[in-house]
């Protein structure tokens, strides 16, 4: 079993709908929760970061992080053709050398 | 975006000859690391360092070597190509002194052994 599954779809919406994406773990020593968007043929980049639990907000982008389940959620609303892309969720301990990815979730939002 | 230039951006090399990859950055970050990404396992650390000299393996570390001689550059040598080892390789910087723990990454090297 991985320490981090995270179904990689792919996934497709209609413009304007609400996204959710999820990611669950194993390892309870993860204290810091990621969410990287990656557009084809580049690096990923950073789109939310949140420590321990609960919920945090930016724009259209909503990342919850339930650590009594190992659960953790990205929400995309009003979702735009430019927010297709891959989303990996990404956990650490205290270190980023511990860092552990899911496989990723491709998105595509059709106009 | 964080300056880090990965050379090459795109290599096909033979089964057996060495290859290295080299990540230069001018951010003055202490950690950089080396990831592979392939399909359906995401992204999967290689080495890391935490300092010149200072390395240290991933999970995925057989086959692979650094060496970072220079705070700006992390060197990921292939000592023998194999064809297990044709992924999409990224370098990662990330600076412990910051409040959070975010990496930023390259755009990337597109390795084929064939």
């Known amino acids: 079993q991985k320490e981090v599954e995270q179904d990689p779809g792919p996934l497709s919406v209609p413009e304007g709908a609400i996204v959710s994406l999820n990611c669950t773990y194993s390892?309870?020593?993860?204290?810091?929760f990621m969410w990287y968007r990656q557009y084809s043929r580049k690096g990923p980049e950073l789109l939310m970061y949140?420590?321990?639990?609960g919920n945090k907000e930016d724009g259209r982008f909503t990342a919850q992080v339930d650590k009594s389940s190992k659960y953790i959620s990205l929400f995309i609303r009003d979702s735009q053709p430019s927010d297709s892309a891959t989303y990996l969720c990404?956990?650490?301990?205290?270190?980023?050398?511990?860092?552990?990815f899911g496989a990723g979730t491709r998105l595509t939002v059709k106009p | 975006d964080a300056g880090i230039t990965q050379s090459p951006r795109h290599k096909v090399t033979e089964t057996g000859t060495p290859v290295t990859l080299r990540c230069h950055q001018t951010?003055?970050?202490?950690?950089m690391y080396w990831y592979r990404q392939d399909p359906g396992h995401g992204l999967r650390l290689i080495h890391y360092?935490?300092?010149?000299?200072?390395?240290d393996k991933g999970e995925v570390s057989d086959g692979y070597s650094v060496s970072r001689s220079k705070t700006e550059d992390f060197l990921l040598t292939l000592e023998s190509a194999t064809s297990s080892q044709t992924s999409v390789y990224f370098c990662?910087?990330?600076?412990?002194?910051?409040?959070?723990?975010?990496?930023?990454f390259g755009q990337g090297t597109r390795l084929t052994v064939v």
């Open positions: 990662a910087i990330s600076d412990p002194e910051a409040l959070n723990t975010e990496a930023f």
């Open positions: 390892n309870s020593a993860f204290q810091y």
């Open positions: 949140t420590y321990s639990s």
């Open positions: 990404a956990m650490s301990g205290w270190n980023n050398n511990d860092m552990r």
């Open positions: 951010e003055n970050h202490r950690y």
């Open positions: 360092s935490y300092g010149v000299k200072d390395t």
